[in-house]
């Protein structure tokens, strides 16, 4: 019964506990230290219970958010009998994430990863265990191809295999999550395990699927009691449910560890493992065998990398395709300027500069998305004053990334899907500092720039290759953006419809070398016959043809025609002083519909 209990809201959950509990007088003293300075203010706590009948268990980030308004950028809130300090607002937590990231920087690890990992790993670790793990993991991930062109052949070459199964719906609506979430997992797999798997083989399946559940089970309100009640864990069939997928995880890595170790070759690591295994057997011939470079932290670091690997990406990649599939007009745009700058060939990450638009939706997905609304607890390393406010060592702190990447004075439309943030006035893309789905300071995501080329190729290929379309009956106003809470925020289940999108590449047409005799040289004789006299070629496509050729083709030829013949007869051009005809760039300017040319400067010499 109370397991039925834990599950449900937070009001129902804790509704039994506050029977027994609301005896207590409640506390009308302030919870300010004495002698130690002024603390963050907060809302009044209960005894043992604290804040925890204020907050949406399901949502906390929204509770504290609307706390955020009321008592300020730096608040107190209790959980249960835990106090804890929240940051919220740009300003305030890059302030905390980097100029005072040594006193902001250790990590408190909840109850339920506490009793897993051990201390080791690098997510909820601290101390000479971290920096060593931290280290490892960043020297690796550049080694074995992170920004380099070795990890995007990788990613490129798993998007093949996603659009293949993409392809394999044949235009009938399905759920992106299994399939999306597999191709993602197989990148991180092959680097830290050297190889990618079969999206069929059921060790591989098991341990993704596991690993999704885990993560959805680590935001649930049950284990959220758990963490600060650790009494109540014999009750909690969600953490029978967790404890039961880590050691299967464990007996499944094991065995792969096995494999490696027994074909493991020094000279040539086929991934994070094996560098991992030859550095620890390098240490232990050395006579060090007290170092950080230990089976548990190989353990925990594999499985830190292959969930945070995962997740994330994935999730955010589900959820442009459904914003896509929301909102067709974007689309369109999108699908317009890959169409004009790419065409129908392999995208790649050098492609990003010219694709602004599209790079500003994606940004603009991660952004609205909000992953991770409350980056992982963080703790105090030493006494601290913050914007006036003391804060004890050991005390866990919560940057609240939902109030920064929401930020009403950051961001014009905060609640809105506008991927005009990331544009400035002339369709080019721009930086934002308010911009930190990573968090920031020195527990930023170690696979940030991974997941930026992920996030990158994946979106622009499926929009390249796919229109993406609610299920049939199901409109645009009515796919659902609310999302389903975890320990990260994850789509509403839905299913879309991947039709193929067919590019007509013009510039293919109008450069044919098969039809043009210098199809890359300004050659008006192309138009021309042996007397001089105009000819008009099959192959002159500017404004496409058939059914969807431009409506107003014959209005754009009278036009052109009569401006550029009056002012060819009452001007001669030339470049500005100073510039030759050879310094004339010819280089074009992209836009999300046209190429444009390069800003440039005429004189206009009067004839008559």
């Known amino acids: 019964m109370l397991d039925l209990l834990l599950q449900s809201t937070s009001v129902s959950l804790l509704g039994t506990l506050g029977v027994l509990l609301l005896v207590y007088f409640i506390s009308s003293t302030s919870f300010s230290s004495k002698g130690e300075g002024k603390e963050p203010p907060g809302p009044r706590p209960l005894p043992v219970l604290g804040n925890l009948l204020q907050l949406d268990l399901k949502r906390p980030f929204i509770t504290l958010l609307k706390l955020s308004k009321k008592y300020g950028s730096v608040f107190t809130v209790y959980l249960g009998p835990q106090k804890v300090v929240v940051l919220a607002g740009y300003k305030t937590v890059k302030e905390a994430l980097i100029n005072y990231a040594d006193e902001f920087g250790e990590r408190d690890p909840i109850r339920i990863a506490q009793e897993d990992d051990q201390g080791n790993g690098v997510v909820w670790s601290n101390g000479d265990s971290w920096r060593d793990m931290r280290r490892f993991v960043l020297t690796n991930l550049r080694d074995f191809g992170m920004g380099k062109k070795a990890c995007e052949d990788k990613i490129i070459e798993e998007c093949g295999y996603l659009v293949e199964v993409f392809k394999g719906f044949n235009g009938e609506p399905f759920d992106t999550t299994q399939s999306v979430n597999y191709s993602v997992s197989n990148i991180i797999c092959s680097i830290v395990y050297g190889s990618r798997f079969e999206y069929s083989d059921p060790k591989f399946t098991s341990m993704v699927d596991k690993a999704n559940r885990r993560i959805e089970l680590l935001g649930s309100p049950s284990i959220q009691m758990y963490n600060l009640f650790p009494w109540l864990g014999i009750f909690i069939g969600d953490r029978r449910e967790i404890l039961k997928i880590n050691s299967s995880f464990k007996e ?107 790079d500003a939706v994606i940004h603009e997905t991660q952004r609205l998305a909000n992953i991770v609304p409350m980056a992982l607890a963080h703790r105090t390393s030493q006494d601290v004053t913050f914007q006036g406010f003391f804060i004890k060592k050991g005390t866990v702190v919560y940057p609240l990334l939902t109030s920064v990447l929401y930020d009403e004075s950051e961001w014009e439309k905060p609640h809105s899907f506008h991927p005009a943030h990331f544009l400035d006035k002339d369709g080019k893309f721009v930086k934002r500092d308010a911009f930190m789905p990573f968090s920031a300071g020195r527990r930023i995501c170690l696979g940030e720039g991974l997941a930026r080329m992920e996030l990158f190729i994946f979106f622009t290929t499926l929009l390249q290759r796919f229109r993406f379309t609610p299920a049939p009956g199901v409109s645009e106003d009515e796919l659902d953006l609310t999302p389903r809470v975890g320990l990260s925020l994850n789509p509403s289940p839905h299913k879309l419809c991947a039709g193929t999108t067919v590019f007509i590449h013009l510039t293919s047409v109008l450069y044919d070398e098969s039809e043009w005799e210098k199809p890359l040289s300004f050659h008006p004789v192309h138009f021309l016959d042996k007397d001089g006299k105009f000819v008009k070629r099959d192959a002159f496509m500017p404004f496409s043809a058939g059914r969807r050729m431009c409506l107003g083709e014959g209005l754009a030829q009278m036009e052109l025609f009569i401006f550029f013949t009056t002012l060819l007869q009452r001007f001669r051009f030339t470049p500005a002083p100073g510039v030759s005809e050879d310094e004339l760039d010819l280089t074009p300017r992209v836009g999300v519909r046209t190429l444009n040319p390069s800003p440039h400067e005429l004189c206009a010499v009067p004839l008559m």
């Open 252 to 358: 499944e890595n094991s065995a792969m560890f096995h494999h490696l170790k027994e074909t493991l070759n020094p000279q040539m690591c086929r991934g994070l493992v094996d560098a991992f295994l030859v550095r620890k057997q390098s240490l232990e011939d050395s006579g060090n065998t007290n170092s950080n470079f230990h089976d548990e932290n190989l353990m925990m670091t594999v499985k830190n990398l292959f969930v945070a690997g995962t997740e994330t990406t994935a999730t955010t990649i589900r959820w442009g395709l459904l914003l896509m599939a929301k909102y067709p007009k974007i689309q369109d745009r999108v699908q317009e300027e890959i169409s004009t700058v790419i065409g129908s060939r392999q995208v790649q990450v050098e492609d990003r500069k010219s694709l602004p638009f599209t």
